[in-house]
Nanobody, 113 residues
Framework: QVQLVESGGGSVQPGGSLRLACAAA??????????MYWYRQTPGEQREQVAF???????NYANSVKGRFTISRDNARNTFYLQMNSLKPEDTAVYYC?????WGQGTQVTVSS
């Protein structure tokens, strides 16, 4: 059963922006008490945590994306987001959302001139 569905990946030039979204099939109650994560992975590398947001709104970012990426959540829509600005070629990866024991299917982000 698919619990998390991502959207919003694509190709962009360096310096550009993309917004990823992750819609959760959890109940609204479960969503509101769950920490939401974004990860990314490049071929041959381990999956890297990019950011998370707790139910109370505490946020953490990987050092590599601080000041450029913003994670947010909309409990009314059971959806959380990753706004990515000032994208760099090294941000190229498959991005996954994660919460509880569920993972999204992954969405490709490519940053290239």
């Amino acid at each position: 059963q698919v619990q998390l569905v991502e959207s919003g990946g694509g190709s962009v030039q360096p310096g550009g922006s993309l917004r990823l979204a992750c819609a959760a099939a959890f109940s609204a109650r479960i969503f509101s008490v769950s920490t939401m994560y974004w990860y990314r992975q490049t071929p041959g590398e381990q999956r890297e945590q990019v950011a998370f947001i707790t139910p109370s709104g505490t946020i953490n970012y990987a050092n590599s994306v601080k000041g450029r990426f913003t994670i947010s959540r909309d409990n009314a829509r059971n959806t959380f987001y990753l706004q990515m600005n000032s994208l760099k070629p090294e941000d190229t990866a498959v991005y996954y959302c994660h919460s509880r024991d569920s993972w999204g299917q992954g969405t490709q982000v490519t940053v290239s001139s």
